[in-house]
């Protein structure tokens, strides 16, 4: 075989090899490589996951981790394996996986009316990776209350119910310093007027708004029961609202999963709490619960009436029947008590 041939032949066996080559790493890369039946799933890798426990996660969901192991060395995904929530879409190639496992995805994440931080803490640990001791541990932080000009008791007026977007693996001080920046824009200064014109600080806004949220769930009628709180305040009134009580009750038991529905002497006066609003004067250390923004707006544009009473109307369930003196309250009053009488209410 003369030069010419055995250089053609070897141009022709190497162009061979080449394509076989070529149509093994397509095969690898590009050629479906998901087995679950579902149009997509949700994988989630937590901080500090090696390669190797990367690959574990996905095991469940690929056709072979070996083809993806191949793929993700020659694309340098082995060494640079990222933390978070990553979406899989059914019939992903391996390419398209590796792609989709460097988009950290955003979780919306939401919460409303926790009463206590611990709450609070257990919510968000249902929604991101840090765990509820590092979400605790992050809003009490006595730098950061500092800083942002709270106490431990005051704390949960800083979280504005509403739905936040935060990546899987965002850290608890992070979300910290994301919540506090939030009531800052929150408080803007409209709201800061309002309540500067009402002789109260945000954070008492939000205290009374907590009451106000408990004492009644229809939003049109908050700014009314915001109003009698208001005009009880402005005559040196205690505010005798129940929902601190049955607040009082709770924080001194320790058991906030408890039921309380009806709320008894023995129990205003013999409840004793700084956050019991019939022995004390004036707002309690901290909100009872974390009040919603209608609440707070409730409150900010409170309805101007002379109520100094009210109690819930068996006439109207789940509203109010409001009074200017006592002689009318102490009618509607009974009113009450027989309609949770006869319904059987004890606690």
């Known amino acids: ?67 993806f192991d191949f793929v993700a060395v ?34 919306k994440v939401a919460f409303n009316n926790q009463e206590t931080i611990n709450k609070l803490a257990q919510r968000l640990a249902s929604q991101i990776e840090p765990d509820s001791i590092a979400f605790i541990e992050a809003f009490t ?38 919540m506090a920046k939030e009531y800052r824009k929150f408080w803007n200064d409209e709201r800061k007027a309002k309540a500067s014109n009402l002789n109260l600080s945000a954070v008492e806004v939000c205290v009374l708004a907590s009451i106000v949220h408990k004492e009644t769930a229809k939003v049109s009628e908050r700014p009314s029961v915001a109003g009698v709180y208001l005009n009880r305040m402005a005559i040196g009134m205690p505010l005798q609202a129940d929902p601190t009580v049955i607040y009082a009750m709770k924080r001194n038991s320790g058991d906030f999963d408890q ?36 609440a707070i707006d409730a409150v900010l544009n409170a309805e101007k009436h002379d109520y100094i009473y009210f109690c819930a109307n068996p006439e109207k369930p789940g509203y109010h029947a409001f009074a200017s003196n006592y002689a009318q309250h102490q009618t509607n009053a009974r009113k009450y008590s027989q309609w949770v009488n006869k319904l059987g209410i004890n606690r």
Request: charged fraction near 20%.
């Open 259 to 294: 039921v309380i529905k009806r709320v008894y002497s023995k129990d205003t006066q013999g409840t004793i709490s700084p956050y019991n609003t019939y022995i004390n004067l004036g707002l309690p250390p901290g909100p009872i619960a974390m009040p919603d923004i209608s």
């Open 1 to 67: 075989m003369n030069l010419k041939k055995i250089i053609a032949f070897l141009a022709v066996a190497g162009i061979v090899v080449a394509g076989i080559v070529a149509y093994y790493v397509y095969n690898k890369a590009f050629l479906p490589n998901t087995k679950f039946s579902e149009k997509e799933v949700l994988v989630f890798v937590p901080s500090n996951t090696s390669y190797e426990g990367v690959k574990e996660i996905l095991s469940p969901f690929l056709n072979s981790i070996e083809d």
């Open 141 to 178: 932080n006595v730098d950061f209350l500092t800083e942002n000009k709270f106490t431990e008791d005051e704390v949960l007026a800083m979280f504005i119910p509403n739905t936040y977007e935060f990546y899987w693996d965002t850290s608890a001080t992070k979300v910290a310093e994301k």
């Open 74 to 107: 020659k694309r340098k995904y082995a060494q640079n394996v990222k933390a978070g929530k990553f979406l899989l879409k059914k019939g992903m190639s391996n390419y398209d996986i590796i792609k989709a496992m460097r988009s950290n995805i955003p979780i």
